[in-house]
């Protein structure tokens, strides 16, 4: 393949990826979560200030709704930040722009292993995959991990020609520690493993740069440490809601949930969000499994093909983060959660490319062109029927059902835009608490603190002695009056979720 067709091919892969991920990206996903306006305004008043939301200068972790947020997505959201302003788009575009980062390094990965028409193959199937969409399409710290980390493994694999380039893949790795809790787990493991691939495949190495970049690691380790040691960078896990278990009940636990990764449900049949016993559709499209269905045969041959070529031990690290990627979960005794996994994105990828790589080899060897034209038709026409019903389970459904509470609770916008608009007409403009971390959304949305009499509350906050303006959630007016009877409201906006059933009102309180 001559270079010009594969920076051809690279290009467009990019741009079909690029407009999958910021169509309607302000509006679909349908609102805007807590931690998507954390990473924002932290972001906002880095830029403005210098210091984090609680007046920290240049903090490396950030506290947040009761724990604290590793640092990467929120200073990558600073130039971001600076170019959109502080806005739902400008969020969400930081993570676009890692998702496709991580798409580009996929394509060099499986080039640099496989060659650059597998590498091409796996940026197409990273691409248009509902994972990775889905996760580059929400401003939150996911899609950031295997952004970073997909950079340290095309360093690493480039490490094998040009070793002064291990030191590097080793900064980025170090890096991927800061992006996301699971990374914890999972690089130190991945790293260790790097090191056995790195000296087998060179048998005649340089102790200097080995050191060299284990030094730099551990340098770029020594905040992860003492943020253990301290109990600050625990506070996540102890917030996880799992009752005390015996050490052999926590381990079959683990073990479940680390095979429950691989099950057909979730990875090509239902997704995060239909699998059972899970409720909250943040985190996938319904009807989807987090990859096509079309990549199981895919994943067999491609699976197939690596095990035949066990002399590069260059597969192995494919491999070894396939058998890795739940570790995240699995540690934690739940799951399996596309968000603490989202790293399985990059073995899933490759490897499903180099299967689909191998059966499009197999049909070139036939000598009836219009027999291989025919099939190859076939095989791309599935792939694009496939991405077309994701698309319309994503652009035209996912909206209609994933507002609520359990999904994007939709909604504090456009209350807050309204109380910022009356808030010379009220003594007292309550924000409802209906949401996760509410507060934030009043720093989020009026940034430079114009309405001062807004505040977090709700109908138990009513004064008889004071003009106040409250909004509330549907179900939450319904059951305060039939608490108390003597509760009137007087409706004066409602807000309605994207399927247009009711979500919340705005109005005045009286107690008569």
């Known amino acids: ?60 972790f950030f506290r947040s709704f009761g724990d604290y947020r590793l640092p990467v997505p ?21 993570a676009v722009f890692y998702g496709l980062i991580s798409i580009l390094f996929i394509i060099l990965i499986a080039s640099e292993i496989f060659g650059k028409n597998t590498g091409l193959l796996a940026g197409m199937l990273t691409g248009i995959l509902p994972w990775h969409i889905h996760m580059s399409r929400w401003g939150a710290e996911y899609i950031y991990f295997p952004a970073l980390l997909s950079i340290g493994l095309y360093l690493f694999l480039r490490s094998f020609r040009k070793e002064s380039l291990l030191v590097y893949a080793f900064i980025f790795f170090g890096l991927s520690l800061y992006t996301y809790y699971a990374a914890l787990i999972v690089i130190p493991l991945l790293v260790l493993f790097s090191l056995i691939v790195w000296l087998v495949k060179k048998q005649l190495f340089s102790r ?38 015996a050490l052999n009940e926590s381990f079959y636990q683990m073990l479940i949930t680390y095979v429950n990764h691989y099950s057909p449900d979730f990875l090509f049949l239902k997704g995060d969000a239909d699998f059972k016993g899970h409720f909250v559709t943040r985190h996938s499209v319904r009807g989807f499994g987090e990859l096509y269905l079309f990549q199981l045969p895919l994943l067999m041959i491609g699976l197939i093909t690596m095990l035949m070529k066990k002399k590069d031990p260059r597969i192995y690290l494919i491999l070894f983060l396939l058998l890795i990627y739940p570790t995240g979960n699995a540690i934690a005794l739940e799951g399996p959660f596309a968000t603490k996994s989202i790293v399985g994105v990059i073995p899933f990828s490759i490897i499903s490319a180099l299967g689909l790589s191998k059966v499009l080899d197999l049909i070139m060897q036939f000598n009836n062109k219009a027999f291989k034209m025919g099939i190859a038709i076939i095989i791309f026409g599935y792939i ?12 035209k459904e996912y909206p209609i059902y994933s507002a609520n509470y359990w999904g ?27 949401f996760n971390g509410p507060d934030i959304f009043l720093k989020f949305y009026d940034p430079e603190g114009e309405c001062n009499n807004c505040k977090l509350g709700g ?20 059951e305060a009056k039939s608490k108390n009877i003597m509760l009137e409201f007087k409706r004066i906006k409602t807000i309605y979720y994207p399927g247009g059933s009711e979500a919340f009102y705005i109005g005045e309180a009286q107690f008569l």
């Open 74 to 94: 929120i200073y990558a959201n600073i130039p971001f930040i600076a170019l959109f302003g502080l806005s739902e788009f400008g969020v969400r575009f930081t």
């Open 384 to 395: 694009t029927v496939s991405l077309a019903g994701y698309c319309q389970a994503l652009f």
């Open 1 to 60: 393949m001559s270079k010009k067709v594969y920076l051809t091919g690279i290009l467009a892969i990019l741009l079909l990826s690029f407009i999958l991920r910021v169509y309607d990206l302000s509006n679909n996903p349908p609102g805007f979560f807590s931690d998507e306006a954390a990473i924002g305004y932290n972001a906002y008043k880095i830029l403005q200030t210098g210091k984090d939301e609680y007046g920290n200068p240049f903090p490396i």
């Open 459 to 478: 109908i138990d906050d009513y004064s008889p002695k004071k003009k106040q303006l409250f909004s509330i959630r549907v179900e939450a007016l319904n």
């Open 408 to 434: 994007w609770q939709y909604g504090p916008k456009t209350i807050i835009s309204y109380l910022l608009k009356e808030r010379n007409n009220y003594d007292e403009l309550y924000f409802s608490g209906d």
């Open 208 to 245: 200097q740069v080995i050191t060299k970049s284990l030094i730099i690691f551990s340098l770029i380790c020594v905040p992860i440490f003492f943020g253990i040691k301290s109990g600050i960078l625990l506070t996540r896990w102890k917030s996880i809601d799992n009752p005390p278990k």
